[in-house]
């Protein structure tokens, strides 16, 4: 679980998001405080990248990606 200005986010037991929708660049940011990653423009580029391509490439095999 993750709270987020007030409101807990569900994760799996692995941390990944129970529900992709919740995902937002807050979501991000918290997720990498707990990883101990400071996000670049270059993560953010590359995060960006990989959300269109699962969400825009492959939509009808996007839950097996999340």
């Known amino acids: 679980m993750i709270e987020i ?3 807990q986010i569900e994760t799996d037991s ?3 998001l129970a529900n992709t929708d919740d995902w937002n660049e807050e979501v991000a ?3 990498a405080q707990q ?3 400071e996000l670049s423009p ?3 580029e590359v995060i960006y990248f990989v959300r269109d ?5 492959i939509p009808h ?3 097996e990606c999340w």
């Open 5 to 7: 200005q007030g409101k």
């Open 14 to 16: 692995s941390g990944y």
């Open 29 to 31: 940011k918290a997720i």
């Open 35 to 37: 990883e101990n990653i």
């Open 42 to 44: 270059a993560h953010w």
């Open 53 to 57: 391509f699962i969400k825009n490439i």
């Open 61 to 63: 095999r996007q839950s």
